[in-house]
């Protein structure tokens, strides 16, 4: 049997792990948004009702965004997996012919169904529509329009800060440390003294 080649294992487990990702993504916002959906009902103050409808559009939003970003990745991946040239014949050819599988015997009723658009953009978008409507009504006399122009606001000061902010770069010192030469002559040190 001819050795794997790390590469296509790694190749393997980032796509094991963008799976992971979105399951993980799922499960802690939507235990979120029923916690905040919770106390968004109970709250008494209506400035507390504006407070945190802001905050669920926004979480929404984040996810939405996410998940838009993570489909293109899982897309991106899955080609990868399917190519020959990148995982040898067998695996690719392997991935290709279960993909092509899938597309002709599924019937049609499920086929359209799938779950990274579903978990990634379309269940954080009903969210995000469902948190509108409720932040636009947080005072039960109709609709207003000083919410949406707050949530529209922080949407999109949130959009460009998010877009331009990068953080805090780790110093090459930091990389460095983790090659292989460095590590066993720290050690070797730690051992002689």
């Not at 709250?43 to 838009?68: K, Q």
């Not at 609709?143 to 122009?149: H, M, Q, R, V």
């Not at 990389?175 to 002689?192: G, I, Q, Y």
Request: aromatic fraction near 12%; charge should be positive; hydrophobic fraction near 50%.
């Amino acid at each position: 049997m001819a050795q794997e080649r790390p590469e296509r294992r790694l190749l393997f487990d980032f796509f094991i792990h963008e799976i992971e990702n979105l399951h993980n993504r799922v499960d802690w916002f939507l235990i979120f948004h029923g916690i905040l959906f919770e106390a968004f009902v109970a709250a008494h103050y209506f400035a507390h009702r504006i407070t945190l409808g802001v905050l669920g559009c926004v979480v929404s939003y984040v996810w939405l965004v996410a998940g838009i970003r993570q489909l293109w990745n899982f897309k991106h991946l899955v080609s990868s997996i399917a190519d020959d040239g990148i995982m040898g014949g067998e695996t690719g050819q392997l991935f290709t012919k279960l993909l092509e599988a899938r597309e002709a015997f599924q019937p049609l009723w499920m086929k359209w169904a799938r779950a990274t658009p579903a978990f990634g953009i379309i269940l954080p978008s009903a969210v995000l529509i469902a948190w509108l409507v409720v932040t636009t009504t947080y005072t039960e006399n109709g609709f207003s329009a000083i919410a949406l122009a707050i949530v529209i606001g922080t949407l999109v000061l949130l959009t460009v800060s998010w877009r331009f902010v990068r953080g805090p770069k780790p110093p090459s010192g930091a990389v460095a440390h983790l090659r292989p030469e460095n590590t066993s002559s720290k050690h070797d040190s730690r051992n002689t003294s």
